[in-house]
């Protein structure tokens, strides 16, 4: 399959996509389970849940998380957060095939940009820990926009730093909100199978333009369009 209509742009959901932050993001609640007296979690089963901010993964870390009060709830999740932010680069690194991936792209004049609900705060020490810093046209956070992923505002905006049209524009991510976000905000989607996707659900169903497998299919997908 090739995405027929010539593509200025690409844009990229950051952790689980660009980014493996889970041995990060997990030593974190280790850090807050540690506190509480509790063993580590076990990383293969809660790998999929790091994508869904400090709350999801409280809570499929802690069985008694929803139990807790709020003032509970909010000092934990603030440890978890104040750890990640000063060992966000620890152990994450760029997923296999996508610095030659972005290579690529960049050698064939293509915009990138990155959209994502992590908020600035955690979000530019990761680029910064990967050497991205200037690496991509745009970094939209959740923390920048009013609403965030799935809504279509933060790809819009994306397409508006980068000056494109979004019907000229790709959105890559590894979430059925990324999915829904870019579809609605017209650009193509593409979705990331290396990321965190939730156990039990089949990303055939979140009616994706694509899905890939390994980074350097997204090439594949481009092809040579004709411009127009």
Not at 203 to 220: F, K, M, N
């Amino acid at each position: 399959m090739v995405l027929a209509v010539k593509t200025e742009a690409v844009l990229f959901d950051l952790d689980g996509t660009l980014i493996d932050s889970a041995p990060d993001l997990l030593a974190a609640l280790d850090h807050v389970l540690a506190g509480l007296g509790l063993p580590p979690g076990d990383p293969a089963g809660l790998r999929e849940h790091v994508s869904r901010g400090a709350n999801g993964i409280l809570a499929a870390g802690l069985a008694d998380w929803h139990d807790r009060s709020e003032a509970e709830r909010d000092r934990l999740r603030g440890g978890l957060l104040d750890h990640y932010e000063a060992h966000c680069w620890v152990r994450s690194a760029p997923f296999e095939g996508i610095e030659p991936l972005l290579d690529e792209l960049a050698e064939q004049g293509i915009r990138l940009g990155i959209v994502t609900n992590k908020i600035s705060r955690f979000a530019e020490p990761v680029l910064e820990g990967a050497g991205w810093s200037s690496r991509f046209g745009c970094l939209v956070t959740g923390d920048r926009v009013v609403r965030p992923k799935p809504d279509p505002e933060p790809v819009l905006a994306a397409c508006r730093l980068l000056g494109v049209r979004p019907e000229r524009s790709i959105f890559v991510g590894d979430d059925r909100r990324d999915v829904q976000s870019g579809a609605a905000a017209g650009t193509r989607t593409v979705v990331a199978a290396w990321g965190y996707l939730p156990a039990g659900e089949q990303s055939a169903d979140w009616q994706a333009d694509a899905v890939i497998d390994v980074p350097s299919a997204l090439v594949e997908l481009l092809g040579r369009p004709e411009a127009g």
